[in-house]
């Protein structure tokens, strides 16, 4: 099974950027996509970004799109997450998961994804 290990998280100034990283042991070639969910204190886990691994294909949620970017690298076994334009609502614990079946079209459904890693903090604050 594919386990999954977040870094990169710090404190950033509003507008600033960080680039978070999700390194995978074992191969996540049976998997559909990986993706990047995000939880904020007294919030639910909601998706950001995702990649397909057929094809790279890329998912963003309203709230990121524009501002992060998702990409692979499957020499390094990595995904990354580019977070610029960063906002003080950017503010969470976020998660890297693999997608492991898909019971929607909507590429965020949580329960679709497992192998969870134990996350990274990002926090955006002056």
């Known amino acids: 099974q594919v386990q999954l290990v977040e870094s990169g998280g710090g404190l950033a100034q509003p507008g600033g950027s960080l680039r978070l990283s999700c390194t995978y042991s074992?191969?996540?070639?049976?998997?559909?996509?990986t993706g990047w969910f995000r939880q904020a204190p007294g919030k639910e886990r909601e998706g950001v970004a995702s990649?397909?691994?057929?094809?790279?294909?890329?998912d963003y949620s309203d709230s990121v799109k524009g501002r992060f970017t998702i990409s692979r690298d499957n020499a390094l076994n990595t995904v990354y997450l580019q977070m610029n334009s960063l906002k003080p609502e950017d503010t969470a614990v976020y998660y890297c998961?693999?997608?492991?079946?898909?019971?929607?079209?909507?590429?965020?459904?949580?329960?679709?994804?497992?192998?969870w890693g134990q996350g990274t903090q990002v926090t955006v604050s002056s």
């Open positions: 074992g191969s996540t070639f049976n998997y559909f996509a």
């Open positions: 990649i397909s691994t057929s094809d790279d294909t890329t």
């Open positions: 998961a693999v997608r492991w079946k898909v019971n929607s079209n909507y590429p965020f459904y949580i329960t679709d994804y497992g192998s």
